[in-house]
């Protein structure tokens, strides 16, 4: 297993630039998830450190090895990509061995391999099947077990799981997880989806338009996104970014914006007194997580019902506040439509974002 640094790497095809001087670096058994939107570059970026594309500038080292020169082969690296890319003639055991039988690895070492991996992936009862004869989850698995027994350096996977249906994504979801328990490999992994991308990683990169837009623990991309468009990508409900003002005073940071109902006064946000100065008087964008917002403690939100949807574990309030339109995730209430209420907020949960540059304030 290995640690892996993508240093200011850049990629053009032709005069269009797709990856903008990405830097990422992570550590051995650490799970990498690349997440943004489509088009961003991830699979790009997941096939540069596959060895797939040529780098435009830059270095991508595996293991403290430069490996911008190395063909695929010499990476030690596993993909599972979208498509399984089974060999349909082939039984599920010919497809896991393949790779290990090209590589010369002696039969019985082969058979030995085959069944740790099928038993790890609880597929020892399908081996003798063929790819036709098996579900898209089961394909998923045979892929999985095929990059499995190489013992790689580094596992890379292309969105693995978007073929499946919602119920089996998550249980594949799982399934990955547990390897990557087990085997304390390396993975870079690619999706769109938040959701895989908050479960599985001990690193996210957020990417838009080929750039990284915030790299570091999920926990943390979540509760202190580094810009507005973060912000708003990870997490579902989306964070409320409410247009308001930070207040002059002297003592604890204290922001306002206006509601139909009266203004909210939020006092006690976390700032830096340097810049708690600089943006005193101004406006800022307050970003509130939907969770953040509650009936218990001090109401300092105003607030009049428009939209009350319950999910079954807790009920969302769409209400407006600063000209657009916020939720709110409470625990399971009866509110009524156009009943008037007051929030309280966890202030200490409250980041702030530069109007002008969209990027967090701390
Ligand atoms: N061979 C190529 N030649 C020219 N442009 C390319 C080539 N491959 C990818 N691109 C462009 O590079 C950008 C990034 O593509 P990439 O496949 O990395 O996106 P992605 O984030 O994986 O998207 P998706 O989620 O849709 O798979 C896109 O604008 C794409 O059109
Ligand atoms: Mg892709």
Redesign the pocket.
């Known amino acids: 297993m290995a640690n892996l640094d993508i240093n200011r790497v850049r990629k053009s095809?032709g005069r269009?630039e797709?990856l903008k001087e990405v830097n990422i670096s992570v550590g051995d058994g650490d799970f990498l998830v690349l997440l943004?939107p489509?088009?961003?570059?991830?699979?790009?970026l997941l096939n540069i450190i596959a060895g797939l594309e040529d780098i435009t500038d830059g270095e991508v080292l595996i293991g403290d090895r430069l490996v911008n020169d190395l063909p695929p082969k010499d990476r030690d690296i596993a993909m599972v990509f979208q498509s399984y890319a089974l060999y349909p003639t082939m039984t599920v055991r010919q497809n896991i061995e393949f790779g290990m039988k090209i590589r010369g690895v002696p039969a019985e070492e082969r058979a030995k391999a085959t069944e740790a991996a099928a038993e790890m992936l609880q597929m020892s009862t399908l081996l003798d099947r063929k790819p036709s004869q098996l579900s898209g989850g089961q394909r998923q698995r045979v892929a999985m077990g095929r990059a499995i027994v190489r013992h790689p350096e580094l596992f890379l996977f292309d969105e693995p799981l978007s073929n499946l249906d919602a119920k089996l994504r998550v249980d594949m979801r799982t399934e990955i997880k547990r390897l990557h328990q087990r085997l304390g490999a390396t993975i870079v992994y690619?999706t769109?989806d938040q959701i895989e991308a908050m479960t599985l990683a001990t690193k996210v990169a957020v990417m838009k338009d080929g750039i990284v837009q915030h790299f570091g623990a999920p926990q943390e991309v979540y509760d202190r996104p580094a810009n507005t468009y973060v912000a708003r990508f990870v997490g579902s409900p989306a964070m409320n970014i409410i247009p308001g003002r930070l207040l002059n005073s002297d003592g604890a940071p204290t922001v306002a914006f206006d509601t139909p109902n009266g203004e909210a006064l939020i006092s006690g946000v976390t700032l830096s007194p340097e810049v708690a100065r600089d943006f005193a008087g101004r406006e800022v964008l307050v970003g509130i997580r939907p969770e953040h917002f509650s009936l218990d403690g001090e109401g300092v939100v105003p607030v009049g019902v428009d939209i009350v949807e319950p999910t079954g574990p807790d009920t969302l309030v769409v209400f407006s506040a600063g000209g657009t339109e916020v939720v709110a995730r409470l625990d399971p209430v009866e509110l009524g439509i156009g009943e008037q209420v007051r929030f309280a907020v966890k202030a200490d949960k409250v980041v702030l974002f530069d109007p002008k540059t969209e990027t967090r304030l701390d």
């Not at 489509?38 to 790009?44: D, E, F, L, R, Y």
């Open positions: 095809y269009h797709v943004g489509s088009g961003c570059g991830k699979s790009t690619v769109h």
